[in-house]
């Protein structure tokens, strides 16, 4: 899985970044969903990765992930930030997951 962030997306990201202390996760969050094929995408702030964590390449920040969840997302995609409706959105070169990507940190 790759992830490309836009120049907007890593300009919003990189104070919560900057310090090395954090760490972006990218999320298939099922909570109050029902059933985890109902779940939807959202961006973590984490500390430390979990066990069931793998890191990914992203450009230009790597990011974790829980490969059980891979199944859902294609192998390239894309994080853009707008400004003007001050939410990321996450999309690939033929579908949009979201255009209201959670930031949780």
Excluded at 23 to 38: A, F, N, R
Excluded at 49 to 77: C, I, T, W
């Amino acid at each position: 899985m790759h992830l490309t962030f836009t120049e907007s997306a890593a300009l919003r990201l990189k104070p919560y970044l900057s310090d090395g202390t954090r760490h972006l996760k990218l999320l298939h969050d099922t909570e109050g969903c029902g059933c985890v094929v109902s779940g939807v995408p959202a961006l973590s702030l984490i500390g430390e990765p979990s066990v069931d964590d793998k890191l990914a390449q992203g450009d230009p920040f790597p990011f974790y992930y829980e490969p059980r969840h891979e199944v859902y997302y294609e192998p390239k995609m894309k994080i853009d930030y707008d400004p003007v409706q001050g939410s990321f959105s996450l999309k690939s070169d033929s579908q949009i997951y979201t255009t209201h990507l959670r930031l949780i940190g």
